[in-house]
């Protein structure tokens, strides 16, 4: 027996579904059951499906070709019963409804041929549904299609979740290979508690996608949750939210929410600066701002590999330089562990950071041309002679933050050029090259703590700065009574300590200021500079009492 809900279908089970704000006024129905038990052909199964209603496959089939769905159809297969796909998908997919409702299909294991290419991006699948409303597909076992398991395209309030998607490879080098594709118009999708495992072109590693949100003609998908899911050893990205067009700047309640990434060991690393990635992430929004990326590890894979990671970046949220840039409310609060960057976003505002991003091979964040944001972080490497944190200026610049870092390896902790209004706490371990680097900035303060990995380089100034200040705590160098700065710029103060006056090396500016670490009775506790130089002049002031 099967209990209906006006405007939708509910299992057996007795859990319904109820589309999202329609206010359906639930009404029980009694239908017949009926199962299809034999090795009928396909003819007589299209027919049966046709009829709507409970149907439950109780044996293997062989499905020779695409079987099209009627509104109001729930399609139960028996634990053990696979249902093989023998036809040419070059044109056509399994299951196919178009501009039907109430569509549920759950428990089967379903294996398609992967050896055939297929021709665009909704066929050679498990299902594709197109302009359709309420689509349930559960607890399936999806393998071998050659180019996604099911495409939700210009569909409303469907559901997949609690599937497992192996191995959707395709024999030639065709675009978006993706173990989920969610297309165009498409409003409230929920993607829940799936795993999606190997997917990828099997002769070109650029395509393969663990999940796809996209805009492929004329509207992005809108309120879709991404929560829960296992994304293991995808060729290209692992969840991509995206609009291919030019500078776009999409922003939408979206969520990202709880998943696992496990990148795939065939990408080479690449350089992630803002504006050059091109795969290889764990999770990418591209020209689309999502509600919140939170709770999700990603991780790398690449245990044999030569190189250090293969990733371009573990999170990148990345809106084109010439886009609008949206005020957001976009909270990330996630991992990265084994990345080549760690985090990128550009020409976003109103973000949050939280999370730490370890065992990174170049960058561990990359910031561009953001404004309004906060950043809580930690990020580490062993190798990486790049930045901890680099917040960057490809056109305009970042303004209006605030960032609390700590970053350990790294060639520099962090670097700041060309910002504006930013508040800084910075603990730098183990650098290599410099501690923290600030060029042609406006009212930026940073309170830096740095340990360096040698005796070298802790602070650099550089360009036309206005009204920046760094607050340094640090060790003297080992041939000096100071730390090893250069204030080379200008507008910028420098303040710190010293185990003697004056300072006897570093580059200083006028206005920088020298605090004893041990202050005696009857001495000046501290000194500034008068004279910028290689050490120039310092006045002391005056005697303690």
């Not at 591209?286 to 044999?304: E, H, Q, R, Y």
């Not at 996630?334 to 976003?345: K, L, R």
């Not at 060790?475 to 300072?503: C, H, K, M, Q």
Request: with cysteine; proline share 3%.
């Amino acid at each position: 027996m099967v209990t209906k809900v006006k405007g939708s279908v509910i299992s057996s089970d007795g859990i319904g579904y109820t589309p999202a704000g329609t206010g359906a006024v639930v009404t029980d129905v009694q239908t017949k059951l009926r199962q299809f038990e034999t090795d009928a052909d396909y003819t007589t199964l299209q027919q049966l499906i046709n009829r709507g209603g409970f149907v439950r496959i109780t044996s293997n089939q062989t499905i020779s070709s695409q079987i099209e769905l009627p509104s109001n159809i729930h399609i139960f297969v028996e634990k053990g019963v696979t249902l093989t796909y023998s036809g040419s998908m070059a044109s056509a997919s399994m299951f196919y409804a178009t501009g039907k409702s109430n569509i549920v299909i759950e428990y089967a294991t379903a294996v398609g041929d992967s050896t055939i290419a297929s021709s665009d991006t909704h066929k050679g699948s498990f299902g594709h549904f197109d302009t359709c409303t309420n689509v349930q597909i559960r607890h399936n076992n999806i393998s071998s299609f050659p180019q996604t398991s099911v495409a939700f395209v210009d569909c409303t309030d469907c559901v997949f979740e609690n599937n497992t998607v192996d191995t959707i490879s395709s024999p030639t080098d065709v675009s978006s290979v993706c173990g989920l594709n969610v297309e165009d118009a498409c409003v409230g999708t929920v993607i829940r508690n799936n795993k999606f495992v190997d997917i990828g072109n099997a002769t070109n590693d650029y395509q393969g996608l663990g999940i796809r949100v996209i805009k492929q003609t004329t509207t992005m998908p809108t309120k879709t949750t991404i929560t829960g899911n296992i994304v293991k050893n995808c060729t290209e990205h692992g969840i991509v939210i995206y609009d291919g067009t030019t500078n776009a700047a999409n922003n939408d309640p979206e969520t990202i929410i709880n998943n696992n990434v496990i990148l795939d060991t065939g990408l080479a690393a690449t350089d992630a600066g803002v504006g050059t990635n091109t795969r290889g992430n764990g999770i990418y929004c591209l020209g689309f701002v999502p509600g919140s990326i939170v709770g999700n590890v990603v991780k790398n894979a690449n245990t044999n590999s030569t190189t250090t990671s293969i990733a371009d970046a573990g999170i990148a949220v990345m809106l084109g330089t010439g886009a609008t840039q949206p005020q957001t409310s976009l909270i990330i609060d996630s991992s990265v562990n084994g990345a080549n960057a760690g985090f990128e976003i550009q020409n976003v505002a109103g973000f949050s950071l939280k999370g730490s991003f370890t065992g990174i091979a170049n960058k561990g964040i990359e910031i561009g041309q953001c404004s309004d944001f906060k950043v809580d972080a930690i990020v580490s490497s062993t190798t990486s002679t790049d930045i901890g944190c680099n917040v960057s200026a490809p056109s305009t610049g970042c303004r209006n933050f605030n960032i609390d870092l700590t970053t350990n390896g790294f060639g520099t902790g962090l670097a700041v050029s060309s910002a504006a209004h930013g508040t800084i706490k910075l603990n730098a371990d183990q650098f290599s090259t410099r501690g923290y680097i600030v060029t042609a900035s406006d009212s930026v303060h940073c309170s830096a703590t740095l340990e360096p990995a040698s005796d070298i380089e802790l602070v650099t100034t550089s360009g036309a700065s206005t009204d920046c200040h760094i607050n340094l705590k640090a060790s003297d160098r080992a041939t000096s009574n100071v730390p090893f700065v250069r204030n080379n710029g200008t507008g910028v103060i420098i303040e710190t300590y010293a185990s003697s006056l004056p300072p006897a090396g570093g580059t200083w500016a006028v206005g920088d200021k020298v605090t004893l670490r041990v202050p005696a009775s009857g001495a000046p506790d501290y000194a500034r500079c008068t004279v910028a130089n290689t050490p120039g002049t310092w006045n002391t002031g005056g005697n303690l009492s």
